[in-house]
């Protein structure tokens, strides 16, 4: 059987052989010729440093956005500033808390905003980035959000103060707080002081009951305890 032998080519001084007693094969040469002429290979991962946060993430996710900040960070755009840390990631100043919404978003093009965060944060970041679809979504968010909250109707809550007509003027004047004054209605007189007869009135006053988060109340002010005060003569 034939036996294939390398012809060795004499090391070239301080090249790759030298001070190992031979060169390299001929056939090997030429091998590791073509490999070191292929291109670089560029990883497809991506490490990103969002104010402190890490995020691993692919390029081909970053790049969903040819118009975007991300894309252009992955084409190494001279004209951006980027910027990297000793691991090699990516440094960008924003909030990591509301960069999640923008990434997840460009892994599967759903917009998914935790409870605890603000559709105006995202949206904040959104055109940091630059991502003009994302952008549209937050906005629309927004607007559907406002809408509901308007279409709320106003509650309003009422009270009837009952009082003599010299405190008539004294309770009028301590109605603040978003009270108001709605009726006025004369009862008569129930007492009298000498020749002089005391009326008495029943007073109807409203407020707006503002929304407020379950299992919260807000404290009365001074002046709505007096309301509150007068209103239990009832």
Same mark, same amino acid.
């Given at each position: 059987m034939a036996e294939n032998h390398?012809? &060795? &080519?004499?090391?070239?001084?301080?090249?790759l052989g030298a001070g190992l007693g031979g060169g390299l094969c001929r056939r090997c040469s030429s091998g590791l010729?073509?490999?070191?002429? =292929?291109?670089?290979?560029?990883?497809?991962?991506? =490490? &990103?440093? %969002?104010?402190?946060?890490?995020?691993l993430t692919t390029r081909q996710t970053l790049c969903r956005d040819p118009k975007s900040f991300l894309y252009r960070l992955c084409q190494a755009d001279p004209d951006l500033d980027s910027d990297k840390d000793e691991t090699g990631a990516y440094l960008? @100043? =924003? @909030?990591?808390?509301?960069?999640?919404? %923008?990434?997840?978003? &460009?892994?599967?093009?759903?917009? %998914?905003?935790?409870k605890?965060?603000? $559709?105006?944060? %995202?949206? $904040?970041?959104?055109?940091f980035y630059n991502i003009t679809s994302l952008i549209k979504l937050v906005k629309d968010k927004i607007r559907e959000r @406002?809408?509901?909250?308007s279409q709320v109707p106003v509650k309003h809550v009422y009270r009837v103060l009952q009082c003599q007509e010299e405190e008539l003027t004294q309770m009028v004047s301590t109605m603040s707080d978003g009270w108001k004054f709605e009726q006025l209605v004369s009862i008569g007189s129930s007492y009298n002081y000498g020749n002089e007869d005391q009326a008495e009135f029943l007073c109807v006053v409203s407020k707006e009951l503002h929304n407020t988060p379950y299992g919260t109340a807000s404290e009365p002010s001074e002046k709505a305890k007096i309301?509150?005060?007068?209103?239990?003569?009832m």
């Open positions: 390398c012809e &060795l &080519l004499p090391p070239a001084p301080g090249g010729g073509a490999l070191a002429q =292929r291109p670089g290979s560029v990883s497809k991962w991506v =490490r &990103l440093n %969002v104010g402190g946060t890490y995020f960008i @100043d =924003r @909030d990591p808390t509301y960069f999640g919404p %923008v990434l997840n978003y &460009l892994r599967h093009g759903k917009l %998914v905003i935790n605890d965060l603000a $559709e105006e944060g %995202v949206l $904040e970041e959104a055109e @406002d809408s509901k909250t309301l509150q005060e007068r209103g239990s003569r």
